[in-house]
């Protein structure tokens, strides 16, 4: 079974920074892509940010692009999402699931972590 468990979140101010986590099972990231995905008071969930397997192909949603960056670490079974400059707009619930991704598109699907939040407020 594919599991996720995010971690990271909290409260940062305005143009501050956040790195946020997203551990998975065993093997998750040699067989799934894996994104990052977030959720705000009374808005749809929107993608911000998937990698592929093979680590060459990733997508960003448009109002992150030069903030945000995704990595991964195989050997340690992680996904991360350093997050720079943060705005208010960014404030919600982010999480970590597997995904299909393009350079222009990014669909979670399958399996979803827990979430975590992230709070951008003086």
């Known amino acids: 079974q594919v599991r996720l468990q995010e971690s990271g979140g909290g409260l940062v101010q305005p143009g501050g920074s956040k790195r946020l986590s997203c551990v998975v099972s065993a093997y998750t990231l040699d067989l799934y892509n894996i994104g990052w995905f977030r959720q705000a008071p009374g808005k749809e969930r929107e993608g911000v940010s998937c990698i592929n397997t093979e680590d060459t192909n990733t997508y960003y949603a448009d109002s992150v692009k030069g903030r945000f960056t995704i990595s991964k670490d195989n050997a340690k079974n992680t996904v991360y999402l350093q997050m720079n400059n943060l705005e208010p707009g960014d404030t919600g619930v982010y999480y970590c699931?597997?995904?299909?991704?393009?350079?222009?598109?990014?669909?979670?699907?399958?399996?979803w972590g827990q979430g975590t939040q992230v709070t951008v407020s003086e």
């Open positions: 699931a597997t995904a299909t991704v393009s350079a222009t598109e990014c669909y979670a699907y399958g399996y």
